[in-house]
Structures are given as structure tokens and as C-alpha cells.
Nanobody
Framework: QVQLVESGGGLVQPGGSLRLSCAAS????????MGWYRQAPGKQRELVAT???????NYADSVKGRFAISRDNAKNTVLLQMNTLKPEDTAVYYC??????????????WGQGTQVTVSS
């Protein structure tokens, strides 16, 4: 069993900041990439940012320069610092992990999602 537990969502005014956190736990043998995706009402889930275990990152064009992803490999945790938030950033944010379990099965896991609302 693998669990991804997210925290840090909420309501913020335009221009404000939030930090999301996601901790992976359970039968993890090796953790490859971790990342954040989001889904706004009526839209498909989209990539926000990913980070590989070597530290290389990838961002959606819409968040470049405003969001920063980081990870603590010792704690199997990924963070998303979101600055200069815009109303269009409003969505449910999901944590994702590409990992191999202790049973040597590689798969993707998702968190339960955390709501981010940017509104005045």
C-alpha cells in the first residue's frame, strides 16, 4: 500500500501565495518523479510541475516564474510554492508519484486532491 497525503490548499486573494505539500508513505522501494497536477471545473486534469529524483524540473508554461517545485528525498515529500496566484489557478491540485513498490511493481499514485481557490 502506498499513500500520498496532501496539505496546504485554501482560499487566497489574487497576488497571494500558498504552499502545497505532499508526503508519500507505505511500501515504497524507489521514488522516481513526483509532481502536481490540477483540474478546474469543466476542464481536463493538467500538469502543473514535476521533479525527478535527480532534481530536474518541468513546469507548465502558465506557471513558469510563479511556481516552484522542490522535494525532500529523505522524507519522500514534494512541495509546490505558488506565488502571484491568479484566479485562473483555481482548481483541485493533485499530487502524483511515479514509484516502484517493495513488490517491485512500478506505477503511478495519486493523492486525494486539495482545493486552491484564488478570489477576492
Amino acid at each position: 500500500q502506498v499513500q500520498l497525503v496532501e496539505s496546504g490548499g485554501g482560499l487566497v486573494q489574487p497576488g497571494g501565495s500558498l504552499r502545497l505539500s505532499c508526503a508519500a508513505s507505505g511500501s515504497i522501494f524507489s521514488l522516481y518523479a513526483m509532481g502536481w497536477y490540477r483540474q478546474a471545473p469543466g476542464k481536463q486534469r493538467e500538469l502543473v510541475a514535476t521533479i525527478r529524483n535527480g532534481g530536474s524540473t518541468n513546469y507548465a508554461d502558465s506557471v513558469k516564474g510563479r511556481f516552484a517545485i522542490s522535494r525532500d528525498n529523505a522524507k519522500n515529500t514534494v512541495l509546490l510554492q505558488m506565488n502571484t496566484l491568479k484566479p485562473e489557478d483555481t482548481a483541485v491540485y493533485y499530487c502524483n508519484a511515479d514509484l516502484m513498490t517493495t513488490h517491485l511493481l512500478r506505477s503511478n499514485y495519486w493523492g486525494q486532491g486539495t482545493q486552491v481557490t484564488v478570489s477576492s
